[in-house]
């Protein structure tokens, strides 16, 4: 891990730049009001008509067209869904950018699978808080800050790095960490991540255990309390303090299962499984299949977000919830 000496980042490299954040969403209104908070120049894109068009209102900006934005812009920052980025870059960013412009990314998938070519002249950079945006706005606010990934595709001016690093002391990002890669690398090891662990992977193995006490004759509401509910105080755990300082803190009888019950789950079938979805990520396979569901009207994948919606855990899970209404707060 190649971290960044702390003492490098100069804010003051951005001072006298206009930046736009292109997209008001989760990563864009933290980038957006950090930045603002560190007072530099910036203006927000965001289509009109959207809630956060009037989230953006509601903060202080006055959103602009995409188009507008990179027009005025030194410092483009993309802060847009993978599957619609490329969409609107071609139509209202690509036609007005400039030689001397850097345009900024806070996720490697589109410049890592070709989806966006920036043209010469054009500086490209990256800055990936490793985190939601709201972490990244509340940890700002307490004068703290989340570490951040950095990255450099293209340096035409020579300035790129100091641009991303200007960027990411200007979001709080330096304020922790900042540890230097790829794009590719961040890209693969970030969608790796979350399809075989953080979303695929939990989701998965808490749906597949519900089933399997229900199946056994258990109360949902029973299966969903171990499965599901109980996994929050183990990942808090994991989070602050490790896997290790994690087993020293449950009982003797659940770390004893942990370590000699957890491997049976993840055998070779499992593991192969883990290889084939990583060589899917890498090949490409993965970047093109998502964006063709998506340009298609995304028929597949909004079925089977439906069809989890009704999923008997949701039932359970809402009953439980009831009993901790403070969880709704």
């Not at 736009?20 to 008509?49: E, K, T, W």
């Not at 953080?198 to 229900?214: D, H, N, P, R």
């Not at 770390?255 to 000699?260: E, L, P, Q, S």
């Not at 569901?293 to 855990?313: C, I, K, M, V």
Request: aromatic letters at 6%; one cysteine or more; a negative charge.
């Amino acid at each position: 891990m190649k971290l960044v000496d702390p003492t490098e980042p100069d804010l003051s490299v951005l001072i006298d730049k206009t930046i736009a954040v292109i997209g008001y969403g989760n990563q864009g209104h933290a980038h957006a009001l950090n930045l603002r908070d560190s007072r530099l120049n910036v203006r927000v894109a965001q289509r009109p008509g959207s809630a956060n068009h009037r989230r953006a209102q509601a903060d202080g900006f006055t959103p602009v067209t995409a188009a507008e934005a990179t027009q005025s812009a030194d410092l483009l920052i993309l802060t847009l869904p993978d599957e619609s980025a490329a969409d609107v870059y071609a139509e209202e960013i690509a036609p007005h950018l400039r030689t001397g412009q850097t345009l900024g990314f806070v996720h490697g998938f589109n410049i890592r699978f070709g989806f966006i070519d920036p043209p010469d002249g054009v500086d490209c950079v990256m800055i990936a808080p490793k985190g939601p945006g709201t972490l990244l706005r509340s940890l700002y606010t307490e004068g703290k800050g989340l570490p951040s990934l950095l990255a450099i595709e293209r340096d035409h001016s020579g300035s790129a790095r100091a641009t991303a690093l200007a960027w990411a002391a200007g979001i709080g990002a330096t304020r922790a960490a900042v540890i230097e890669t790829t794009f590719a690398a961040e890209t693969e090891a970030d969608l790796f991540g979350e399809q075989v662990v953080l979303c695929g992977g939990v989701t998965s193995l808490m749906k597949a255990a519900f089933e399997t006490l229900v199946d056994a004759g258990f109360e949902p509401e029973l299966a969903y309390i171990e499965c599901i509910h109980e996994l929050k105080q183990v990942v808090d755990l994991v989070y602050t303090q490790g896997i290790s300082s994690m087993r020293e803190r449950i009982s003797n009888t659940a770390a004893y299962g942990d370590v000699t019950r957890g491997p049976r789950l993840v055998s070779a079938t499992t593991r192969h499984c883990m290889r084939t979805i990583l060589d899917e990520i890498r090949s490409g396979a993965f970047a093109k299949e998502w964006i063709a569901e998506h340009r298609s009207g995304g028929a597949q994948y909004n079925h089977l977000l439906q069809r989890d919606t009704f999923h008997p855990l949701e039932r359970a899970g809402h009953s439980v919830r009831k009993l901790m209404p403070w969880l709704e707060s």
